[in-house]
């Protein structure tokens, strides 16, 4: 098919159908103004002419239209007329040079010459035709029709048949043949040719001529007549009967030409089932993962939908950003200034820490100066009783007269203490045992000046300071606000792991006056500041994203940063091991410490091995200076009375009070850590070898019971143990060894008392084979009711 040529819209002047005098300008620059409808005749049977009613208007029904259901295509160009005109040469054509269809009304075809130069007219002239009519409908008036029959007439006069290829190029070229036999000096007609119907239109042509035609029937459609209506629908069905007679020949000739352009020789790949089933599943899989990628992106738009909905649910409800910003401001404020208080006193703190820290220093220094001091004088004096050397020197003479003092100045302290358990009542008591840390009055009164001097300066630290920067209740409460109004930019800002060091200074002033090693001292549960973040703690609600930020942790972190460091502070320069008072307060704050506040082992880990690690290098410190068992001999301590036997006695029982002290460490310390210090280096070295320096008797069954007394029962509760604990065998040997010879002595009652003992720490096959060896039948029941 030739390319369907572009379609020109012609604008029409919107008075051309509304006055009858006016004149509508040329098509082209020059040309003169074809002569108005009021110029021409009236059309042949009544009207107007059909030369002026076409260069007028031209109406085609379209099957729609407002008002009377058709629609009209308006061609109002003069231009193509006058070229029609000058194609003809005007002598058979009138002056409308319009051409009349009539005869291809009645016939229902177009008459074409068969002649191959008509077939081959160029398609430059054809293009150049069509697109100079697509757009223009022109409707023939009479005289053209009937030139166009006398044409007709004598084609078939000549060729004597009319052509059933109707074309509409042939139909134009037989024209042009007939005409040139008329004349020869008529112009080709290949020029004049004339399309009845526009070819095929773009939809935005379409578009646009249906709305150009809706705007000017609006304004022209008042003005037709009833007998103008009934000649332009007649003139138009002719011209619709063309075109579908047209548009069939059009369909059957590329109907024609696509069966013609098949090959049949062409040859296609074989087809089998493997083939399309392997291009289905390929077809399928691309599919499915199209499927799933608008899946995907569906489920991005539902989250992108809810977070658009949480942001505006989050914007409505802090709608108020004044009364948030106001918050935040004063928040910033308040830690500023609350930081600033807090550096400006921490260096007040820091001093009177030091100043109590010295003043309980001294003390422990001075009991502990006094007791080495009083040790080293009354065995000294005791050395010098022994080989009866007397004195004869003033040197000589002034340090007796030391000694002497020191040891009345012991033997006043020993005989009060021995007054004040008699008003007591608790007359079973060993003499060594005691710690024997009264101070004299006039040191009493000095300690307690001092101590009320820095208390006093304890109190006025914070004493011009408000209670919101001092109480650690009020600050606790400022934070809790915040967490309670806006949890997010609380959990954000990590405040759980601020508020410890912010509460650092405040804790260590109220711990000032606090000390682990009194009997009396307050537990930690008790002081204010415990309760106050217990508080703060328990009335927190976790928060589900920030598992890094959870007040929970608070507490464990005060008592890592602030209480582990104070209670090493004691353990290494205050604690004396020896005092038994002292170390159950001490273990009793460590016990809760390291026991009940273990929820958060990785905070605390590192302050537990500080504090367990300064606890054993003291308690090797004490066994290294403070036990002092001294060996006289037996002529020396068989009288119970003696100077000699005394002392050895005291000093066996400090040394045994110091093995009680460091088991009563069972359960914080490890089981290895204490068998290592109280049974290897304590036992082992200094009570047994006292004991086997002693004279068996009841005595010596009696410290045998206190040792067995302070070994953990955790150690021997593997019932299936048969033999004790490696530390153990040398007082095991013991044991049997007093059992040989008081089995022999007088205090055979005694054995039985040593057969409990060795049940009792586990050592059964010992015992078992003691019995059987002398014949004690009777004990061996003390056995089975193990």
């Given amino acids: 098919m030739a ?23 040329s098509a082209e620059p020059g040309e003169q103004a074809a002569p108005g409808p009021a110029e ?56 409308s040079g319009t051409v009349d269809l009539s005869t291809d009304e009645e016939n229902g075809t177009h008459h074409s010459s068969e002649s191959k130069d008509d077939q081959s007219s160029s398609s430059d002239s054809s293009s150049s035709l069509e ?31 009319i052509s059933l290829d109707v074309k509409h190029t042939s139909t134009i070229s037989g024209m042009k043949k007939n005409s040139d036999e008329e004349s020869d000096s008529e112009p080709d007609n290949h020029e004049n040719r004339i399309l009845f119907t526009p070819k095929p239109q773009t939809l935005r042509q379409r578009m646009a001529e249906e709305t150009t035609t809706r705007n000017e029937e609006t304004g022209e459609e008042s003005q037709e007549d009833e007998n103008q209506d009934i000649w332009e629908e007649q003139q138009m069905r002719k011209a619709v009967k063309i075109t579908e007679g047209r548009d069939i020949d059009l369909s059957h000739s590329s109907e024609s030409q696509t069966v013609k352009k098949f090959d049949t020789s062409i040859s296609f790949p074989p087809v089998n089932l493997e083939i ?16 799933r990628s608008h899946l995907r992106e569906y489920e991005k738009y539902i989250q992108d939908v809810k977070s658009s909905k949480s942001t505006i649910q989050n914007l409505e409800n802090s ?9 935040y401001k004063s928040m910033k404020i308040y830690v500023e200034n609350l930081i600033d208080c807090l550096n400006e006193k921490i260096v007040s703190i820091q001093e009177i820490e030091s100043s109590m820290h010295a003043l309980l220093l001294k003390q422990s220094m001075t009991f502990l100066k006094r007791r080495q001091d009083e040790l080293k004088h009354e065995s000294a004096y005791l050395q010098q009783l022994s080989c009866k050397a007397e004195t004869s020197t003033n040197g000589t003479l002034a340090i007796d007269e030391k000694t002497q003092w020191i040891l009345e100045e012991i033997e006043s302290r020993r005989a009060q203490r021995r007054q004040a358990r008699e008003l ?29 001097d820095i208390l006093q300066v304890h109190k006025k630290i914070f004493e011009d300071v408000h209670d919101d920067f001092c109480d650690i209740q009020n600050i606790l409460l400022k934070f809790q606000q915040w967490r309670e109004k ?6 954000d800002a990590y405040i759980s792991l601020c508020i410890p060091k912010l509460l650092n200074p405040l804790i260590r002033v109220q711990l000032i006056d606090w000390n682990p090693l009194k009997f009396d001292s307050v537990g930690l549960k008790q002081l204010p500041w415990f309760t106050s973040i217990e508080e703060f703690m328990n009335s927190s609600v976790e928060h589900s994203k920030k598992e890094d930020s959870s007040d929970k942790k608070i507490l464990p972190i005060v008592i890592n940063k602030t209480i582990i460091p104070r209670l090493t502070d004691f353990v290494e320069f205050i604690w004396d091991p020896l005092s038994t008072s002292q170390t159950t307060s001490l273990i009793t704050h460590c016990r809760m410490i390291l026991e009940e506040l273990s929820t958060s082992e990785s905070e605390v880990s590192k302050g537990k091995q500080d504090l367990l690690k300064s606890i054993v290098s003291r308690i090797k410190k004490a066994i290294e200076d403070d036990v002092f068992i001294p060996l006289y001999p037996k002529s020396a301590v068989e009288n119970k009375t003696s100077p000699h036997a005394k002392f050895q006695e005291r000093q066996f029982w400090s040394g045994l009070k110091l093995f009680g002290n460091i088991l009563l460490w069972n359960g914080l310390l490890p089981d290895d850590t204490l068998q290592e210090l109280g049974l290897g280096k304590l036992l082992n070295r200094y009570l047994i070898i006292a004991l086997l320096n002693a004279i068996p008797g009841p005595d010596i069954v009696k410290k045998c019971n206190q040792i067995a007394a302070y070994l953990p029962e955790k150690w021997f509760e593997n019932s299936a143990m048969r033999t004790s604990i490696p530390q153990l065998e040398n007082f095991i040997q013991f044991l049997l060894q007093t059992a040989h010879k008081l089995s022999r002595s007088e205090f055979r009652n005694e054995v039985k008392e040593i057969i409990l003992i060795l049940v009792k720490v586990r050592a059964l096959n010992q015992a078992e084979s003691f019995i059987e060896e002398c014949h004690l039948d009777h004990l061996i029941s003390v056995i089975k009711e193990v």
């Avoid at 399309?276 to 499927?291: A, F, G, M, P």
Wanted: some cysteine; proline content about 6%.
């Fill in 3 to 25: 390319h369907r040529p572009k379609r020109t819209f012609r604008q029409r002047r919107a008075d051309s159908s509304d006055s009858d005098g006016a004149e509508e300008p």
């Fill in 40 to 95: 021409d005749g009236p059309p042949p049977g009544g009207g107007r002419t059909e030369a002026a009613e076409r260069a007028h208007r031209v109406r085609v029904p379209r099957g729609r239209g407002p008002g009377r259901g058709r629609g009209r295509v308006w061609a109002s160009s003069r231009r193509a007329t006058r070229a029609a005109l000058r194609a003809d040469g005007g002598s058979d054509v009138p002056e």
């Fill in 131 to 161: 697109e100079e009519f697509s757009s223009i409908v022109n409707i023939p008036d009479a005289a053209f029709i009937q030139a166009a029959r006398r044409k007709r007439v004598l084609a078939r006069a000549q060729e004597d048949y």
């Fill in 276 to 291: 399309i089933k392997k291009q289905l599943n390929t077809r399928l899989t691309l599919l499915q993962d199209t499927h």
């Fill in 319 to 327: 709608s108020n950003q004044a009364l948030n910003f106001k918050f």
């Fill in 424 to 452: 007591s009542g608790n007359c079973d008591h060993q003499e060594g045992t005691s710690s024997d840390d009264e101070l004299s009055s006039s040191d009493t009164t000095d300690f307690q000046k001092c101590q009320g």
């Fill in 486 to 491: 806006f949890p997010d930019s609380y959990y």
